[in-house]
């Protein structure tokens, strides 16, 4: 069985967000580059799962990025992905980058996709879905469980107010969140074993874009905390109600 | 061409986030001088005449039962013919987590930009560029959608739902209807609590409340103001609460009108989650609690002497 795990590259959840260049660019000096939580978290870790569980599963990583990339790439391949594949392509757009693993996908004959369940970027909680649409697989969508019984996976999926339980054939594409797996840390022999690893760098196919960034801006500043005195808390109550008016 | 309005049911009711989503559509179609239909899928029990309050002229609606059941593949394959054969240009959904399944699908099938997660209306004056959040509630971004055909997925909670007095049409629209490929096995929502994801008012709880036994006052302001009730992380995971209350970087993402946090310290990772909150109010002893930085009203002070009073008042205002 032949797993691919997508994994992209994000700024670390502390990093400072700043624009520049007439607000259009992300300001990325002292920004540290972190493998995007979701995606090595409970995508990658409940591939690997699925790995030690039955040998004979393959995983492979696809990332769509530039040379800089390769960092995380090979993170993910210490935790034990078998090989990756960079697309050399830097693009804000989800269907440019869907279209990009959709065509490694095609190539590869996978049994199944995995993508975490957003980026904590862009948070566009798209890539699954346009990559299962593109090869007309099925979508499990914000996946937090998932088991597999030959070529049929039961999983649990979130509802508003609960989970349901949904079966689905292979191939399929899933988008992981928390309860999948739980994170792990990449070991000595892990790290030692990535730096040989494959790594294979494909170029990108066509595509045009369906959106781009016009540009950003920052949320207004809070006009900061107003304290109510703990021995006053029905102060608090009051200005809820007639300053606020949210309760 | 119209705007064409998904409008997703949970148990044959109409979700909320669709009412606001119906709303928004019907707003952006008055914006660009069009008509805004809904499109509804299955059989739910509402009347859908009813839609016209939140400003919808027509609701197309395929009366199939097996689209009570959700399959992203089968619904957007139903949608994508529905957007063709009604002439829509724009498609608006709830950003939802039926939306999260659907939009990229029918962004790849129709070969139409996506904006996932808008928080605002269209601004036609350079295009059309529409605001959603990014950098998990850090910065906004504006995205341009050049593509002849549109789908917006707006943000829960971003747009308030319209009321207005108008009655939309129903009729009926024959669509094929390929098959499922999932099949639904089991449900499991727990009863009598407003799902966290679209309730206006939240009420959280965080390790400051030292263990499961004293989340009462919690249960208890959450149910005076018709709140759902959250958690912090480390709550979750110390298993004082169900996971499904967890908001924060890897839990739940939030944009309550009233998020009330007691004894959460207000860790990056727990602001990611709730940051987009229209009022925040932090109630913790420590008066250097990062939380009160984000915060529009605190109190420092000692949960378990001050939450009894606040819902002594709210007793009061909700009596009076």
């Given at each position: 069985?032949?797993?691919?795990?997508?994994?992209?590259?994000?700024?670390?959840?502390?990093?400072?967000?700043?624009?520049?260049?007439?607000?259009?660019?992300?300001?990325?000096?002292?920004?540290?580059?972190?493998?995007?939580?979701?995606?090595?978290?409970?995508?990658?870790?409940?591939?690997?799962?699925?790995?030690?569980?039955?040998?004979?599963?393959?995983?492979?990583?696809?990332?769509?990025?530039?040379?800089?990339?390769?960092?995380?790439?090979?993170?993910?391949?210490?935790?034990?992905?078998?090989?990756?594949?960079?697309?050399?392509?830097?693009?804000?757009?989800?269907?440019?980058?869907?279209?990009?693993?959709?065509?490694?996908?095609?190539?590869?004959?996978?049994?199944?996709?995995?993508?975490?369940?957003?980026?904590?970027?862009?948070?566009?909680?798209?890539?699954?879905?346009?990559?299962?649409?593109?090869?007309?697989?099925?979508?499990?969508?914000?996946?937090?469980?998932?088991?597999?019984?030959?070529?049929?996976?039961?999983?649990?999926?979130?509802?508003?107010?609960?989970?349901?339980?949904?079966?689905?054939?292979?191939?399929?594409?899933?988008?992981?969140?928390?309860?999948?797996?739980?994170?792990?840390?990449?070991?000595?022999?892990?790290?030692?074993?990535?730096?040989?690893?494959?790594?294979?760098?494909?170029?990108?196919?066509?595509?045009?874009?369906?959106?781009?960034?016009?540009?950003?801006?920052?949320?207004?500043?809070?006009?900061?905390?107003?304290?109510?005195?703990?021995?006053?808390?029905?102060?608090?109550?009051?200005?809820?109600?007639?300053?606020?008016?949210?309760? | 061409?119209?705007?064409?309005?998904?409008?997703?049911?949970?148990?044959?009711?109409?979700?909320?986030?669709?009412?606001?989503?119906?709303?928004?559509?019907?707003?952006?179609?008055?914006?660009?001088?069009?008509?805004?239909?809904?499109?509804?899928?299955?059989?739910?029990?509402?009347?859908?005449?009813?839609?016209?309050?939140?400003?919808?002229?027509?609701?197309?609606?395929?009366?199939?039962?097996?689209?009570?059941?959700?399959?992203?593949?089968?619904?957007?394959?139903?949608?994508?013919?529905?957007?063709?054969?009604?002439?829509?240009?724009?498609?608006?959904?709830?950003?939802?987590?039926?939306?999260?399944?659907?939009?990229?699908?029918?962004?790849?099938?129709?070969?139409?930009?996506?904006?996932?997660?808008?928080?605002?209306?269209?601004?036609?004056?350079?295009?059309?560029?529409?605001?959603?959040?990014?950098?998990?509630?850090?910065?906004?971004?504006?995205?341009?959608?050049?593509?002849?055909?549109?789908?917006?997925?707006?943000?829960?909670?971003?747009?308030?739902?319209?009321?207005?007095?108008?009655?939309?049409?129903?009729?009926?629209?024959?669509?094929?209807?390929?098959?499922?490929?999932?099949?639904l096995i089991s449900t499991n929502k727990i009863k009598g609590q407003i799902p966290l994801s679209e309730a206006e008012l939240v009420?959280?709880?965080?390790?400051?409340?030292?263990?499961?036994?004293?989340?009462?006052?919690?249960?208890?302001?959450?149910?005076?103001?018709?709140?759902?009730?959250?958690?912090?992380?480390?709550?979750?995971?110390?298993?004082?609460?169900?996971?499904?209350?967890?908001?924060?970087?890897?839990?739940?993402?939030?944009?309550?009108?009233?998020?009330?946090?007691?004894?959460?310290?207000?860790?990056?990772?727990h602001l990611a989650g709730v940051n987009r909150s229209k009022v925040i109010v932090v109630v913790n002893k420590d008066p250097e609690?990062?939380?009160?930085?984000?915060?529009?009203?605190?109190?420092?002070?000692?949960?378990?002497?001050?939450?009894?009073?606040?819902?002594?008042?709210?007793?009061?205002?909700?009596?009076?």
């Open positions: 069985m032949k797993i691919l795990v997508c994994i992209s590259k994000t700024p670390d959840t502390t990093a400072k967000i700043a624009f520049t260049d007439n607000n259009t660019k992300f300001v990325t000096e002292g920004v540290q580059w972190i493998l995007n939580p979701y995606d090595e978290w409970y995508a990658l870790v409940r591939a690997i799962e699925l790995k030690e569980k039955d040998p004979s599963v393959t995983i492979h990583l696809i990332n769509i990025g530039g040379a800089d990339n390769d960092a995380i790439i090979r993170k993910a391949l210490a935790l034990g992905g078998d090989e990756a594949i960079r697309v050399n392509l830097e693009s804000t757009d989800s269907f440019t980058i869907a279209s990009q693993i959709a065509a490694i996908a095609k190539e590869g004959a996978y049994d199944l996709i995995f993508t975490g369940k957003e980026t904590i970027d862009y948070n566009g909680s798209s890539i699954g879905g346009m990559v299962a649409e593109l090869l007309d697989m099925p979508f499990v969508s914000l996946a937090t469980k998932f088991e597999l019984n030959g070529s049929v996976a039961t999983l649990n999926r979130e509802i508003e107010g609960g989970e349901e339980t949904v079966e689905a054939p292979l191939p399929l594409v899933v988008s992981c969140q928390k309860g999948m797996a739980e994170q792990r840390i990449p070991n000595m022999k892990g790290i030692m074993g990535a730096r040989t690893k494959p790594l294979k760098l494909v170029e990108p196919v066509a595509v045009d874009a369906l959106t781009s960034i016009a540009s950003f801006e920052l949320p207004p500043a809070k006009a900061g905390v107003k304290l109510v005195p703990a021995d006053q808390p029905e102060e608090l109550v009051r200005l809820l109600h007639e300053e606020a008016k949210v309760i | 061409m119209s705007v064409l309005i998904y409008v997703d049911q949970a148990d044959g009711q109409v979700k909320k986030a669709s009412l606001e989503a119906a709303s928004y559509g019907a707003e952006v179609a008055s914006q660009l001088g069009v008509e805004a239909n809904a499109l509804v899928l299955g059989t739910p029990e509402v009347d859908l005449s009813s839609l016209g309050s939140q400003g919808i002229k027509k609701v197309f609606q395929v009366k199939q039962a097996e689209l009570n059941q959700f399959d992203a593949q089968q619904q957007a394959a139903v949608i994508a013919e529905a957007v063709s054969k009604t002439g829509a240009t724009i498609v608006v959904l709830s950003n939802n987590l039926t939306g999260k399944a659907l939009g990229p699908r029918l962004s790849a099938r129709l070969k139409a930009g996506l904006v996932a997660g808008a928080v605002g209306l269209p601004d036609t004056s350079a295009g059309f560029v529409v605001k959603k959040g990014v950098f998990s509630g850090k910065a906004f971004a504006s995205i341009q959608v050049p593509t002849a055909l549109k789908i917006l997925a707006l943000t829960p909670n971003a747009f308030a739902v319209k009321e207005g007095g108008g009655v939309a049409v129903v009729e009926e629209l024959a669509v094929a209807v390929p098959a499922a490929k999932t099949k009420i959280s709880g965080g390790r400051g409340l030292k263990g499961p036994e004293n989340w009462g006052m919690i249960e208890e302001l959450a149910q005076l103001l018709g709140a759902a009730t959250a958690c912090s992380r480390a709550v979750a995971d110390a298993h004082w609460r169900p996971h499904h209350e967890h908001v924060g970087q890897t839990g739940g993402s939030i944009a309550p009108n009233l998020y009330f946090a007691v004894g959460i310290s207000g860790a990056i990772q609690a990062p939380f009160f930085k984000a915060a529009d009203y605190g109190i420092v002070g000692d949960a378990f002497e001050v939450m009894p009073k606040i819902i002594e008042a709210v007793k009061k205002l909700k009596a009076s």
